[in-house]
């Protein structure tokens, strides 16, 4: 039986995870010489078993304790970094805040352990990976590091729908739009870290994280920003606009934003520029024949930066390197605002024969021509 094959009966059986969790929990247990009543266990799946949890779920204990069991050979201290497995979510009311549920969650375990005689020691090492699985600071050791990547693992264990459908579950009383702009803070917030994972055994799959927080991402309605003259709209501006629908994806509520130097400002420039409609019109073309799924609105620019340092909803700023120094400007005032985060992605300038494409460029060979 292969790992999807496990996971769909697993997930299908209640059953069967709980006899699978009962057989690791005793050993857990016995590996830290205590005996707790029965009634423990009980009370820790009955946590998990609400029915208002979706990802936070019995499906989510399964997965990590699944998981760490194919590391415990590179752990310090494998039955520690077990039982604080267990107990990481033991606590989860998605109304409060984190750090709350893991304190409540952390809580429990002490008194379990403390009841079994436990000695300090191991509780408190036990306390910092519990702790640890909030991911705000820096783990201190290397189990501390495994752990927390043991319980971000089930995140591209699944399809990327199916985690955000669990994840919405558990949320279902926020409303929608507030929903989409708090979940996306925290999707891209994760995703602008330099490293995903942050264990030896896991940093491999920091690629995969990326490309599953794009597509979670996607699947709650991306907002991609881009912006130009767009004169004579060429290669590189194709490869452009490409880029931004690629980045909103095939979600029909996604919604590209494209910033189109306005008639006013484009006087400014030292050659002329096509008229606005013209412009405008080879944009709406393009995306046309190129029948994308995503939807897309084009807005008059009178300002390189047009609503970036005030509008929330954007998740992606699409830029070409030419325009690098600008762009990282306006970012690096957005990040000075209480605004969400936003994911720049600056693509490669296009080049042929005769050099970098530009419109200046061609005026010029369309003049010696």
């Known amino acids: 039986m292969d790992l999807m094959e496990e996971m769909n009966t697993c997930c299908n059986n209640d059953q069967k995870i709980e006899g699978f969790l009962r057989q690791e929990w005793d050993c857990v247990c016995a590996e830290l010489g205590m005996s707790p009543a029965p009634e423990i266990f009980t009370d820790l799946i009955a946590g998990y078993q609400n029915p208002n949890r979706g990802y936070h779920s019995l499906l989510h204990l399964w997965w990590v304790i699944k998981e760490a069991k194919k590391y415990m050979s590179v ?70 590091a495994l752990a927390r990547d043991i319980d971000l693992s089930m995140i591209i264990g699944f399809a990327p729908e199916t985690i955000e459908t669990l994840m919405r579950k558990e949320y279902a009383f926020v409303p929608e739009d507030v929903y989409l702009i708090a979940r996306k803070r925290v999707l891209k917030s994760f995703y602008l870290n330099d490293h995903l994972f942050l264990s030896q055994p896991f940093q491999e799959q920091d690629s995969k994280m ?47 934003t494209i910033g189109l130097t306005s008639d006013k400002t484009a006087s400014k420039k030292s050659h002329i520029v096509q008229p606005f409609t013209v412009r405008e019109r080879q944009i709406r073309n393009f995306i046309a024949r190129e029948k994308y799924q995503a939807g897309y609105v084009i807005q008059s620019l009178d300002n390189p930066e047009g609503d970036l340092l005030s509008n929330p909803d954007y998740d992606f700023f699409i830029a070409s390197k030419e325009t690098e120094e600008n762009a990282k400007k306006v970012l690096a005032l957005r990040n000075n605002t209480d605004l969400p985060p936003i994911i720049p992605n600056l693509i490669e300038v296009v080049t042929d024969g005769n050099g970098r494409i530009s419109s200046t460029r061609l005026r010029k060979e369309m003049r010696s021509n």
């Open 75 to 144: 752990m310090e201290n494998p039955a520690e970094v077990m039982m604080a497995l267990f107990y990481h979510d033991a606590i989860y009311n998605p109304r409060i805040p984190d750090t709350e549920n893991v304190v409540l969650s952390l809580n429990r375990c002490m008194d379990v352990l403390r009841s079994g005689e436990i000695s300090q020691n191991i509780r408190i090492n036990i306390s910092k990976i519990i702790m640890g699985t909030l991911h705000d600071k820096p783990p201190l050791s290397a189990d501390e």
């Open 210 to 256: 990326r490309i599953w927080l794009l597509k979670m991402i996607q699947y709650n309605g991306a907002r991609v920003v881009v912006g130009g003259t767009f004169d004579l709209f060429h290669k590189g501006h194709r490869l452009l606009i490409k880029k931004a629908f690629e980045y909103a994806g095939k979600n029909p509520s996604s919604i590209v």
